[in-house]
């Protein structure tokens, strides 16, 4: 059998591989070389997603790390009541070079402390995340104006980011979930090019308060509203040899942004719901700079189908 040549000009990418296992019957520890994200070995968010539309709300950004791709976590379960995880990953250009080990270029760890009582999930966790080229706040949104991606434009940096977080979720009634999220993250920048010798360090932070309403209107449909602050900039300094940047030249966001996101997950059968939606965006660019007046007020509708196999 001969193989086409235009076949063999095909690459293929392996997006997960990982494996999963249990070494006691309490713990879990999940290892792989490519894929591996905190989300394989956190039990859980605490915050309640339902469907919404935006990436503030599909899950809470403090997740959302530069480095997921190798890496090894796990979670033992003390009781019913309390899970600790922890775990490590590294992208995989670090993965790849031996030469360098997995704390070059991006890398994170994370820690987690879950409790459940009754009706109430929280979740308490802390992120630290370093990037040889550069890392944002937030896994990439550092704020909403550009956050302090700005101090790293042209430039090669070293960037480290301290992130604290708390998820909470509330079951009032099978009929209505009230979610709640918070995170603050605090980076710092510095050059690794000695002739320029950049150092800055700034600080961001995000929220979110979900209302998730199973069987509205009837039942196996689910509808959800929710309101929050995308990660944003408020406060950052930097200097270049010394010498501090003014004011207007550091990345903040003046007037904080507000998103509203709702939705409707109504099922049209076992497998496929179709699901509307919205998402309305306040001050979007943070109002570019502080004083600089408001942006306009943004809405997007939506639609979506969910197919489940």
Do not use: C, H
Not at 140 to 159: I, N, V
Not at 164 to 184: D, E, N
Not at 188 to 209: C, F, H, Q, R, W
């Amino acid at each position: 059998m001969t193989i086409p040549p235009s076949l063999l000009d095909n690459e293929f990418q392996l997006d997960d591989l990982w494996y999963s296992f249990k070494p006691t019957e309490k713990s879990s520890v999940v290892v792989g070389t490519n894929g591996v994200g905190f989300d394989n070995f956190v039990p859980t968010m605490a915050w309640d997603g339902g469907s919404f539309f935006s990436n503030v709300f599909d899950d809470p950004s403090l997740y959302d790390l530069n480095a997921d791709g190798a890496g090894i976590g796990g979670n033992y379960q003390f009781n019913d009541n309390l899970n600790l995880a922890a775990g490590f990953l590294s992208d995989n250009s670090s993965a790849s070079n031996p030469a360098g080990g997995v704390f070059i270029d991006n890398w994170a760890g994370m820690a987690q402390l879950t409790g459940t009582t009754g009706k109430f999930e929280g979740a308490l966790a802390v992120a630290y995340e370093y990037g040889e080229d550069g890392v944002a706040p937030f896994g990439g949104g550092g704020g909403t104006g550009g956050g302090t991606d700005t101090l790293q434009d042209d430039l090669e940096s070293a960037t480290s980011n301290v992130s604290v977080g708390l998820s909470t979720k509330y079951k009032f009634s099978p009929r209505f979930i009230l979610s709640a999220f918070g995170a603050v993250s605090f980076t710092d920048v510095k050059d690794t090019n000695p002739s320029t010798g950049l150092e800055g360090d700034a600080t961001s932070y995000t929220a979110g308060l979900g209302f998730i309403l199973p069987d509205l209107f009837r039942e196996g449909n689910t509808g959800g509203i929710a309101i929050g602050i995308p990660p944003t900039v408020s406060d950052s300094s930097a200097s270049i040899g010394g010498v501090p940047l003014p004011a207007a030249a550091l990345p903040k966001d003046g007037d904080t942004p507000f998103i509203i996101d709702f939705f409707y997950d109504f099922k049209v059968s076992d497998n496929i719901s179709i699901i509307p939606g919205g998402i309305v965006l306040f001050n979007g660019d943070g109002g570019n700079a502080p004083g600089t007046g408001s942006d306009d007020t943004v809405f997007v509708g939506a639609i979506k189908t969910k197919f489940t196999f």
